[in-house]
């Protein structure tokens, strides 16, 4: 059973970077069948798609927020990270993790960490 | 990158069936056969309903139902219950290699 969870402080300030770790277990993070993707969701608001890597090191990104973020894949310790800099209030989100599958196969997110809530305040 | 349209709200009473739509453009729901479903309870995190536009994963009830027509796709979750109350999400990939959410719906079973 495939598990994710993401890692990181809880509270930000305004103008700082924001980084999220996800851990995953149970699965392979260097499968050549997956990526692995950030979304994330303001309180009260519906879901926001951020981004995803795949093992090769192809990169995608919201063209939104593409200027401030960066996704990075850590074989070596089986996890995954996202980096939102220049933060704002409006950054203020559940940040989940998530594993997507290819082409092949639809391109659906099977697996999905819990969320981890990210304040950007002072 | 705007989001899909789906609508804020839709509810019905348990047994009968209801639809949530899910417009986009010819970028991406009409462009693909990319499209997800997700399910979400408060606080939780989203649950897998439909992928590739009217596939059901196992384990998800046959009651829900995926489809589309042109850049609108729909879910339909037939003899409705208590626990269909829930946030509905749609999904679908682009042709900038991104992906794309609806702004939600939410489900009240009257």
């Known amino acids: 059973q495939v598990r994710l969870q993401e890692s990181g402080p809880g509270l930000v300030k305004p103008s700082e970077t924001l980084s999220l770790t996800c851990t995953v277990s149970g699965g392979s993070i260097t499968s050549t069948s997956y990526y692995w993707g950030w979304i994330r969701q303001p309180p009260g608001k519906g879901l926001e798609w951020i981004g995803i890597?795949?093992?090769?090191?192809?990169?995608y990104y919201n063209s939104s927020l593409k200027s401030r973020v960066t996704i990075s894949l850590d074989t070596s310790k089986t996890q995954f990270s996202l980096q939102l800099t220049s933060v704002t209030a409006a950054d203020t989100a559940v940040y989940f993790c998530?594993?997507?599958?290819?082409?092949?196969?639809?391109?659906?997110?099977?697996?999905w960490g819990q969320g981890a809530l990210v304040t950007v305040s002072s | 990158q705007s989001a899909l349209t789906q609508p804020a709200s839709v509810s019905g009473s348990p047994g009968q069936s209801i639809t949530i739509s899910c417009t986009g453009t010819s970028s991406d729901i009409g462009g693909y056969n990319y499209v997800s479903w997700y399910q979400q309870y408060p606080g939780k995190a989203p649950k897998l309903m439909i992928f590739g536009v009217s596939n059901r994963p196992s384990g998800v009830s046959p009651r829900f139902s995926g489809s589309k027509s042109g850049n609108t796709a729909s879910l339909t979750i037939s003899g409705l219950r208590a626990e269909d109350e829930a946030d509905y999400y749609c999904?679908?990939?682009?042709?900038?290699?991104?992906?794309?959410f609806g702004g939600g719906t939410k489900v009240t079973v009257l």
């Open positions: 890597i795949h093992y090769a090191g192809n990169t």
């Open positions: 999904l679908s990939y682009t042709d900038t290699s991104t992906e794309v």
């Open positions: 998530a594993r997507r599958t290819p082409r092949s196969n639809w391109f659906y997110y099977d697996y």
